[in-house]
Nanobody
């Protein structure tokens, strides 16, 4: 059974940083392209970043140069380093294995002064 557990969210001021983690189990992590999505209130879920295995990366234009996606295949864990955060980054962030159908519970990120 696929398990995805996101953590690391919280309240941060504009310009601040957060590091999200996603602990995974129940599938072959190293064989999957992994991704971070986010969903803001009243909006559709959107792709933020994805990373292949090995580590080719791809980012939404809105986060390029500010966010860094990475993975640790020895720990089956996905990360998202978020820098220079803006109020429009406020959302629930989810990780996903693109070959699997499951979603985690998400972690709330709120950027506000």
């Amino acid at each position: 059974q696929v398990h995805l557990v996101e953590s690391g969210g919280g309240l941060v001021q504009p310009g601040g940083s957060l590091r999200l983690s996603c602990a995974t189990s129940g599938f072959t992590f190293t064989g999957n392209v992994m991704a971070w999505y986010r969903q803001a209130p009243g909006k559709e879920r959107e792709l933020v970043a994805r990373i292949g295995s090995p580590s080719s990366t791809d980012y939404a234009d809105s986060v390029k140069g500010r966010f860094i996606i990475s993975r640790d295949n020895t720990k089956n864990t996905l990360y998202l380093q978020m820098n220079s955060l803006k109020p429009e980054d406020t959302a629930v962030y989810y990780c996903k294995a693109l070959l699997e159908n499951s979603w985690g519970q998400g972690t709330q990120v709120t950027v506000s002064s």
